[in-house]
């Protein structure tokens, strides 16, 4: 196998997205790739994938190798932190069998990663799959019984202009299949008209499937400058004791943004918000409600989210998976009805018709005598 690319390389591969076009080389450093992010390098139709650390550790079931490998799209895994070091955007990469070039200059040895290894990684994942939950429950319950007064307790909202009072509200996460699944619910949209929030890079589907975002919230590490420029408001997670990194890229992109203080992730700010703006319903797309969503994302437990799910939860409906739910499948019965009713229209106008009544005659008449009838 031989592949030749433009490099374009971020440590932190969501962050990468954006800068990729259409058949550059990945470069990341990424432990277990996660779902979504492969999904976005697949739509992103980069030729290969170059990772610094194992795709897949074995750690827990993570699913961006599998999706990775059944688009087609090679991993050169496991290259060592001094190589990727060693690697700047833009270079001129060439893969063969085992050697990584870099402007024509033989950088390391690679191994690709097989299906055969990843469904060695994901037998071991699933040996140590009790001990990994157990550790996450414990974390949970360690972290709930910290934030349990903070959460529960009203909390500060940030100032904004747009209310959601009465209203219902859209939340859209960049999660598994949430563009999909937005897609799905376009005849809800167009007929609620909900006030869309998109929480960080949720925020660009929203505006990919030819909506505009209202309001957009989060650290604003994912979300494109294109997005923030088009959205109506913008609110900034910040950590609970004030310190707000996002708002940088916003001053720096000259745009006005409110703060946020808020001690759980950006999508259970965003629920806490539309709730107590006293939405009449919220609409999830995207949302992260287990383990495996938690473990790829980077965190140990999900205390804040069940704690939040626990105050707010009576008014969320999660659309996750309505995409699997229902597609638009004409089978040949429905077509075959469709005939049918077509017909019968016809058939009352043939009837009443004196012109078409003597061309339905000749037409009857013609086909007794080519059948000898």
């Known amino acids: 196998m031989e592949i030749r690319g433009i490099a374009k390389k971020n440590h932190r591969t969501k962050a990468l997205i954006s ?13 277990d790739i996660d779902g979504v992010a492969a999904m976005q390098l697949v739509e992103k139709k980069v030729q290969a994938v170059i ?20 688009a087609g799209v090679p991993i050169i895994d496991n ?4 190589a990727f070091n060693k690697i700047t955007n833009n270079d001129y990469l060439e893969v063969d069998e085992d050697r990584l070039m870099v402007n024509g200059s033989c950088l390391c040895n690679i191994k690709y990663l097989t299906q055969n290894d990843i469904d060695i990684k994901m037998k071991e994942a699933s040996a140590n799959f009790w001990n990994v939950l157990d550790k996450f429950i414990e974390n949970t319950l360690n972290y709930a019984k910290r934030e349990k007064e903070l959460i529960i307790q009203p909390a500060s909202l940030p100032n904004i202009r747009l209310q959601m009072g009465g209203r219902h509200v859209l939340v859209v996460i960049r999660g598994n299949n949430h563009l999909e699944d937005l897609k799905a619910i376009r005849v809800y949209i167009e007929e609620m008209n909900p006030v869309m929030v998109g929480v960080d890079g949720g925020a660009d589907a ?6 505009r975002p209202d309001i957009i919230i989060g650290d604003m590490d994912s979300v494109s400058d294109r997005c923030l420029r088009a959205c109506k408001e913008i609110i900034v997670h910040a950590y609970p004791d004030g310190r707000c990194p996002g708002m940088k890229r916003i001053e720096n992109l000259g745009l006005k943004a409110t703060n946020f203080p808020f001690i759980g992730t950006s999508e259970d700010a965003a629920l806490v918000l539309a709730y107590e703006q006293k939405a009449e319903l919220i609409v999830t797309v995207g949302s992260h409600t287990n383990m495996i969503d938690f473990l790829e994302k980077g965190r140990q437990g999900m205390a804040s989210t069940i704690l939040v799910q626990m105050k707010v939860g009576h008014k969320i409906v999660d659309a996750k998976g309505v995409n699997e739910l229902y597609k638009n499948r004409l089978k040949p019965g429905y077509m075959l ?3 049918i009713a077509a017909l019968f229209p016809l058939a009352i106008v043939a009837k009443t018709s004196p012109l078409l009544k003597e061309i339905y005659q000749l037409i009857s008449l013609r086909m007794r005598l080519l059948l000898g009838l």
């Open 79 to 82: 290259i060592g932190q001094d």
């Open 51 to 70: 990772n610094a650390a194992p795709s897949v550790s074995g750690k827990y079931p993570n699913r961006g190798p599998g999706v990775l490998y059944s």
């Open 19 to 31: 800068q990729l076009s259409y058949n550059d080389i990945a470069v990341i450093d990424h432990m």
């Open 206 to 211: 929203i505006l990919d499937c030819g909506y």
């Open 337 to 339: 009805a469709l005939f």
